[in-house]
């Protein structure tokens, strides 16, 4: 009897041996599966945490563009042809190129060294008489000289830029500063100033690369009762371009 007691207490001592067993490797993989769920989730989380995590800046270029200005310097001209007992006319050309990055523009003045601008080399006392306004400083046709004098005068115009006002200088013409010694019909005139400069074009922005080709028309005549002096007669002009 004591045997069979015996061996009821082992069978009951095993089967609870299995059973702790069992449940210890329930408990076990439960364990391990939360632990490896741990790891993953925290490795596919640490990833997106690192990229959250930014540093930035800011840097600012600079550019300084100076204001410039420049001018060409064209060549001394002559005028068409020579006065004389039978030519009584005559006309000259020079042209001035202006380029400026000034965002207000440009202004262009001309002036003559003396007054008035055209005298006779040998003898600056002697000279022709600087054109005269109907209104002083007011450019006007050139028209037709008085009989016992003689006049030097000079227009402007440009066919690159709108700089020359044409309600001013007047619309030029096909013949440009004239034709055949003539001055042109369809420029206003003015005397030359020693004083102050005369503004010939004028701009309220930049030119392009290519500049504003401004062109000096110059004029004289003489009276059909009068000659001037035989001799070489020169006028001296100096053209200022100033930003504005």
Do not use: H
């Amino acid at each position: 009897m004591n045997g069979n007691i015996q061996f009821k207490s082992r069978m009951k001592l095993l089967l609870l041996f299995k059973m702790i067993r069992k449940d210890l490797f329930k408990i076990v993989s439960a364990s391990l599966i939360v632990t490896m769920l741990a790891l993953t989730g925290f490795a596919s989380v640490e990833p997106g945490l690192a990229q959250a995590e930014t540093a930035s800046d800011t840097v600012i270029v600079t550019l300084n563009v100076d204001t410039g200005i420049s001018i060409t310097s064209p060549s001394d001209t002559t005028m068409s042809t020579s006065l004389g007992v039978s030519t009584s006319r005559a006309i000259a050309t020079t042209t001035w190129n202006v380029k400026t990055n000034s965002v207000g523009g440009y202004t262009l003045g001309l002036r003559a060294s003396s007054t008035p601008a055209m005298r006779l080399n040998s003898d600056v006392s002697k000279s022709v008489a600087n054109f005269t306004e109907t209104t002083p400083d007011t450019p006007e046709a050139w028209g037709t000289v008085d009989a016992d004098t003689a006049e030097f005068g000079f227009s402007v115009f440009s066919t690159s830029t709108s700089d020359v006002s044409t309600g001013t200088w007047g619309t030029v013409g096909t013949s440009l500063c004239g034709a055949t010694s003539t001055p042109s019909t369809a420029l206003n005139y003015i005397g030359a100033s020693s004083t102050a400069d005369k503004i010939i074009a004028t701009r309220t922005s930049t030119t392009t690369q290519t500049g504003a080709d401004i062109v000096v028309c110059y004029a004289v005549e003489q009276g059909s009762n009068f000659y001037i002096q035989s001799g070489t007669y020169s006028a001296w002009f100096t053209a200022t371009a100033t930003t504005q």
